[in-house]
């Protein structure tokens, strides 16, 4: 019978580091048992019982045979594995008749005796050779049989009487080798062309394995054969089945093993994408459907959306600094949002603060984290050199994901499928991951405004994604446990007991791009605009900075809100706010892209147009005229409000424009006055009611100074 030990003591032989050794000793020492070995020069070591056995350098040369981990037979959990329900009752049955040879009972044990057991042809009397010709008539199999049965029941157990001819498998086709690998190599070389047909590849096949081996060297198969080999091969390098866009992605993946990046904590990875929604919007400027891009900043760890930013037709570099300084400075929290989906002020959950009712302030729609490292593809606005001097500058290192690999990036392409098929199917607008999948014309039902539907994005995304359990968030010390992105963020940080926190909120600006001007007299020029305000050198005075321009300083500029642009100064490195000359015009903030569009109406329109006029036009265009309803009128600044990309702290410049003795100094009083008389009749005489009814117009009128603070 073949064991599994082998004997250790003197005479045993090893190999070690590749010679052939012997025990010439055994010795019992303070230190644990020692073995005396000797090589085939006579040279004499000691070592350890311990190395000897359990190292790799060290292996037994057993002196019977037996099993060993590279036989030429499988394992038994592998071979009985395979096996289904009849057959493993059959083979089972078959284990019973070869105890009852061996032993007289069935179940091999004379204390689990069954009824009638042990009969008389199989008692202990009997001869073996009586044995098995008693039990070949019961089954009507021949003695040799048996014989065999018992054999490999002795070495292998029940797994030995398994039918060797039904664990062969499937028998593939016989085709040259030669034939198979050509058909292959053509296979490949249609990953990056259109699909063929699998006619067209036999053919190819055929006449390449003419040419390169000459007629009738390589057995060409039948049409039929040829197809299953096809089918095959299908499984080694998919192209007839899958899209070409799958087979592509299938042909790209690594030979060797998958790595992983492992987050351990919030904030350490931070992953940003960007991808075309499958919904039609009108854009505020323009008032026509356009194509809506989302980009996205998500922490692996937790799952959570940090930032997001919805933009027409495609992404801008500074639309995506936008969505990473989200990540430092969160968006507020809608009013009507429920409690679950409303972050604290300060990013820790809900769940370990002493007093939740005391924390200020309406919440934040996401937590706020300073990443680590940011993992962007190859997009040009994610490695302009606007992105990668922020990123420097805040100490995030950038990780490129790899060339057409969707799935280095995988969590934050499984949000964007989650989004479609959560939210944006059952919008109006909709129209379908594909042009198979799209309605007849979906654009036609477009109703959101660009930030209206970034609006509902991020409600369902704090409300419902960010509650809802997935399935990849786990804890590995529970498996199954399922958590949502709140509840990871929770567990992360009493994981970590940290977060990382910006320190210090001026840092929004360095978010903004920067245009290097020349001090003028009448202020800065940008764009064919013109900035003033207090905290700008005089002209004159040389510049610190050996800048693009000569004698220039750094302006930082929003374009979401070209109105008021930021300056810096280098000596008590405080921020001061330059405005522009036409922003009493706009009334709101004024994005780059809508001046220009303004531009274009002004000119075909006026002979000399101007930007004053312009943003008029624009602006009545907007239905933001006098003529306006108060509900309208309060509907649109607050859209406005709304669509900044980067909320910026308010300077002292701002805070100082607010106050209403400064609003009066600046004629803002007498203009609204102006305004009321206007809408007066002059022959009507004013009595005690009329008075009354004209506080309550300057009332509805100072809800415009009020906006505009806030804007």
């Known amino acids: 019978m073949s064991r599994a030990g082998a004997r250790v003591g003197v005479g045993t032989r090893f190999r070690y580091d590749g010679e052939t050794v012997e025990v010439v000793e055994l010795a019992a020492t303070t230190a644990g048992n020692e073995v005396v070995l000797k090589d085939g020069h006579g040279c004499v070591r000691r070592l350890s019982l311990k190395e000897l056995l359990f190292s790799d350098r060290a292996e037994i040369v057993p002196e019977q045979t037996g099993p060993a981990a590279d036989d030429a037979e499988e394992i038994a959990s592998v071979v009985l594995s395979q096996l289904r329900d009849g057959e493993r009752r059959k083979v089972l ?29 199989y008692g202990d009397d009997e001869l073996a050779e009586a044995k098995y010709a008693a039990k070949a008539r019961e089954l009507g199999v021949s003695v040799r ?84 080999v096809l089918e095959g091969l299908e499984r080694r390098h998919p192209l007839f089945r899958l899209s070409t866009k799958r087979n592509r992605d299938i042909a790209g993946r690594p030979e060797g093993p998958y790595g992983k990046l492992r987050p351990t904590r919030p904030g350490e990875y931070l992953l940003m994408d960007s991808t075309r929604l499958d919904v039609f919007a009108f854009d505020p400027f323009t008032l026509k459907w356009v194509r809506a891009e989302l980009t996205v900043a998500m922490d692996w760890y937790t799952r959570c959306i940090t930032g997001l930013r919805i933009t027409p037709v495609s992404t801008k ?6 969505v990473l300084f989200q990540s430092f400075r969160p968006r507020p ?51 302009s050199e606007h992105l990668t001097s922020v990123c420097r500058r805040m100490g995030i290192s950038i990780q ?20 479609r098929e959560g939210l944006l199917q059952v919008l109006p607008g909709y129209k379908g991951p594909d042009i198979q999948s799209r309605g007849e014309s979906p654009e036609d039902d477009a109703f959101f405004f660009l930030d209206e539907l970034e609006v509902i994005v991020r409600e369902w995304t704090a409300v419902v994604y960010h509650c809802r359990p997935h399935e990849g968030l786990v804890d590995p010390g529970v498996p199954g446990l399922r ?57 004159g005075i040389r510049s610190p900075y050996d800048g693009p321009v000569k004698n220039g300083w750094p302006f930082q500029v929003n374009p979401d809100d070209i109105t008021r642009i930021y300056f810096r100064n280098p000596t008590t490195r405080e921020w ?39 943003v008029a036009d624009l602006l009545e265009r907007w239905n933001l005229g006098l003529g306006t309803t108060l509900v309208e009128r309060r509907m649109v600044l607050r859209l406005a409000r709304e669509q900044a990309a980067i909320e910026l702290p308010a300077t002292e410049e701002e805070s100082v424009v607010s106050l209403p003795s400064v609003r009066k100094a600046l004629g803002q009083a007498e203009a609204l006055e102006g305004q009321v008389e206007e809408l007066l009749p002059e022959s009507v005489e004013m009595g005690d009611d009329d008075e009354a009814d004209l506080e309550d117009l300057a009332a509805e009128d100072d809800f415009y100074a009020d906006a505009l603070e806030d804007v």
Do not use: C
């Not at 570099?317 to 936008?322: E, H, Y």
């Open 576 to 614: 001061h706010t330059l405005t522009w000359e036409h922003a009493p015009s706009a009334r709101m903030p004024l994005s780059e892209d809508a001046l220009v569009f303004a531009r274009q109406l002004a000119a075909q329109k006026y002979r000399f147009p101007d930007d004053r006029l312009a």
């Open 333 to 383: 929290a809608g009013r009507d949002w429920p409690r679950h989906a409303v972050w604290p002020e300060h990013g820790i959950p809900r769940t370990v603060l002493v007093d939740v009712e005391g924390a200020e302030g309406p919440g934040l729609a996401s937590p706020p984290l300073a990443p680590e490292t940011l993992v962007v593809d190859h997009g040009k606005v994610y490695v």
């Open 93 to 121: 049955e078959r284990a019973e008749h070869v105890r009852e040879v061996l032993t007289g009972y069935r179940s091999g044990s004379a204390e689990l005796v069954r009824e009638g057991e042990p009969r008389t042809e």
């Open 145 to 228: 049989s048996i014989k065999q049965w018992v054999a490999d029941f002795r070495r292998h157990g029940e797994a030995g009487l398994v039918s060797k001819h039904g664990l062969s498998g499937p028998v593939p086709p016989s085709v040259d080798d030669r034939w198979v690998e050509t058909a292959l190599e053509v296979m490949v070389e249609y990953t990056d062309q259109s699909k063929p047909s699998r006619t067209l590849v036999i053919e190819r096949t055929r006449a390449r394995v003419i040419a390169r081996f000459g007629p009738e060297v390589v057995p060409q198969p039948s049409r039929a054969t040829a197809f299953r």
């Open 317 to 322: 570099a500074v639309d995506v600094s936008a």
């Open 400 to 419: 490129p994901a790899r060339l057409r690999t969707g799935r280095d990036k995988g969590p934050v392409e499984r949000y964007f499928r989650t989004l």
């Open 483 to 539: 958590m949502s992105p709140a509840k990871m963020f929770e567990h992360g940080m009493a994981r970590a007991g940290y977060i990382e926190v910006p320190r210090d909120r001026d840092l929004a600006f360095e978010f903004l791009q920067t245009k290097w001007r020349t001090v003028q007299h009448y202020g800065v020029e940008i764009g064919r605009r013109r900035y003033s305000g207090p905290g700008l050198p005089e002209a």
